[in-house]
């Protein structure tokens, strides 16, 4: 459900026969906004996208069957088995008192008040000190990442067929993009090599029926820390504007419309796609916002992150603004 563009609106709306003027919304019980209204391919029943629960950004490739057809039920959940999620993350085989603690950092030197104003440095997530309770961590996405039929990845891939690396140059950014600086690249490092080692953000993704999976904190979270990286495949805008993929994330967007980048996590992911969207429509929406997504340049590449931008209680669901960019994505009908 996390995205940040406009082009997975499609344009094979939904055109109602005669037969079917008279459909309305069983949600709703309108039958107005028809180029949203949705027929279930098995009953014929009439569904509004934003009426869904989780909404349907566009209309789906194929067939499609309502709620009441499919009987959609809470995904079945991953095994609680230690060898289970290790293979599955494929974490570094440790010994235990390894996994307990993370590795110790450098000394940081003091710094002035002063200073810490001019330059705010990133921070890397805090894991669980219980590997228990990081193993409950993990088998929560790996549920989803299954449910979903995706395989996890915590890293941009390039695919054949697809946009190439060398695609990805940040200086085709028409409005810049931040040049991550070496401390916070370094900070990036070690939240990749925790993860490797199976030290697991504290986050877990819970399964919704109104929002579908959606993120929450298992722990306080300070601010201005790295909660995820968006990762899955690279590919032209060019190449997905007619596809219904609900959580594609813009990557590049360029001067030249066929030099604009996307990821799509649909075949390969990580927790950064089940991080749901806010309703900036309404000012209680905004106020959902925890998370902000910052493009930067590292090491001459383009990467996007999902960066805290205030404290987040444990408990609370991690939403992000959809519209950070130039996009306009209706997220009016969000819960």
Same mark, same amino acid.
């Given at each position: 459900?996390?995205?940040?563009?406009?082009?997975?609106?499609? &344009?094979?709306?939904?055109?109602?026969?005669?037969?079917?003027?008279?459909?309305?919304?069983?949600?709703?019980?309108?039958?107005?906004?028809?180029?949203?209204?949705?027929?279930?391919?098995?009953?014929?029943?009439?569904?509004?996208?934003?009426?869904?629960?989780?909404?349907?950004?566009?209309?789906?490739?194929?067939?499609?069957?309502?709620?009441?057809?499919?009987?959609?039920?809470?995904?079945?959940?991953?095994?609680?088995?230690?060898?289970?999620?290790?293979?599955?993350?494929?974490i570094q085989r440790s010994p235990p008192e390894d996994l307990e603690k993370p590795s110790p950092g450098r000394k940081r030197r003091k710094i002035g008040l002063l200073a810490k104003k001019k330059k705010r440095r990133l921070l890397?997530?805090?894991?669980?000190?219980?590997?228990?309770?990081?193993?409950?961590?993990?088998?929560?996405?790996?549920?989803?990442?299954?449910?979903?039929?995706?395989?996890?990845?915590?890293?941009? &891939?390039?695919?054949?067929?697809?946009?190439?690396?060398?695609?990805?140059?940040?200086?085709?950014?028409?409005?810049?993009?931040?040049?991550?600086?070496?401390?916070?690249?370094? &900070?990036?490092?070690?939240?990749?090599?925790?993860?490797?080692?199976?030290?697991?953000?504290?986050?877990?993704?819970?399964?919704?029926?109104?929002?579908?999976?959606?993120?929450?904190?298992?722990?306080?979270?300070?601010?201005?820390?790295?909660?995820?990286?968006?990762?899955?495949?690279?590919?032209?805008?060019?190449?997905?504007?007619?596809?219904?993929?609900?959580?594609?994330?813009?990557?590049?967007?360029?001067?030249?419309?066929?030099?604009?980048?996307?990821?799509?996590?649909?075949?390969?992911?990580?927790?950064?796609?089940?991080?749901?969207?806010?309703?900036?429509?309404?000012?209680?929406? #905004?106020? #959902?916002?925890?998370?902000?997504?910052?493009?930067?340049?590292?090491?001459?590449?383009?990467?996007?992150?999902?960066?805290?931008?205030?404290?987040?209680?444990?408990?609370?669901?991690?939403?992000?603004?959809?519209?950070?960019?130039?996009?306009?994505?209706?997220?009016?009908?969000?819960?």
């Amino acid at each position: 459900m996390a995205s940040a563009t406009t082009f997975r609106k499609r &344009t094979q709306a939904l055109r109602i026969s005669k037969d079917y003027a008279d459909t309305t919304c069983e949600r709703c019980g309108s039958g107005e906004a028809t180029d949203e209204l949705l027929l279930c391919d098995k009953c014929d029943r009439g569904f509004h996208l934003f009426c869904l629960r989780p909404i349907l950004p566009s209309v789906p490739k194929g067939q499609w069957f309502c709620p009441l057809c499919t009987l959609q039920k809470k995904p079945q959940r991953f095994p609680l088995i230690q060898t289970k999620i290790i293979d599955f993350f494929r974490i570094q085989r440790s010994p235990p008192e390894d996994l307990e603690k993370p590795s110790p950092g450098r000394k940081r030197r003091k710094i002035g008040l002063l200073a810490k104003k001019k330059k705010r440095r990133l921070l890397p997530f805090n894991p669980c000190d219980d590997m228990n309770r990081r193993l409950e961590q993990m088998a929560s996405l790996a549920t989803a990442l299954t449910a979903t039929g995706t395989e996890f990845s915590n890293e941009l &891939t390039y695919m054949p067929g697809m946009a190439p690396r060398s695609a990805n140059l940040p200086s085709l950014e028409r409005e810049g993009m931040q040049v991550m600086s070496k401390e916070d690249a370094e &900070t990036l490092r070690l939240c990749n090599k925790m993860m490797e080692r199976g030290q697991w953000p504290p986050l877990l993704v819970v399964f919704d029926r109104n929002e579908g999976f959606t993120v929450e904190a298992d722990r306080f979270i300070k601010d201005l820390t790295i909660i995820a990286e968006y990762a899955g495949d690279v590919d032209y805008l060019s190449n997905r504007e007619h596809d219904d993929g609900d959580s594609m994330m813009t990557l590049i967007s360029a001067k030249y419309p066929s030099q604009s980048l996307i990821i799509c996590p649909d075949k390969r992911g990580n927790i950064a796609r089940f991080v749901n969207g806010i309703n900036n429509h309404t000012p209680d929406g #905004k106020k #959902k916002q925890n998370l902000k997504c910052v493009r930067f340049n590292v090491d001459g590449e383009c990467r996007v992150l999902l960066i805290a931008i205030r404290d987040i209680l444990k408990g609370e669901r991690l939403y992000y603004d959809y519209n950070g960019y130039e996009q306009e994505y209706p997220t009016q009908h969000f819960v």
